[in-house]
């Protein structure tokens, strides 16, 4: 059976390792959107024009 004292470390451990995921990921949008924002207008048009066009 896991001590107290060890789940506690274990815990504070995982915590740590979520901020750390959820850091990185932040960091990732912060510097994604510039280049992600103008991808799904585009995709939107082009799906809108394809529907249209053959018609």
């Given at each position: 059976m896991i001590s107290n004292s060890e789940m506690i470390r274990i815990?504070?451990?995982m915590q740590r390792r979520i901020r750390d995921v959820?850091?990185?990921r932040r960091r990732t949008r912060q510097?994604?959107?510039p280049l992600a924002a103008p991808a799904p207008s585009g995709a939107d048009q082009e799906v809108c024009v394809a529907d249209n066009g053959p018609g």
């Open positions: 815990r504070r451990q959820v850091a990185e510097l994604d959107p």
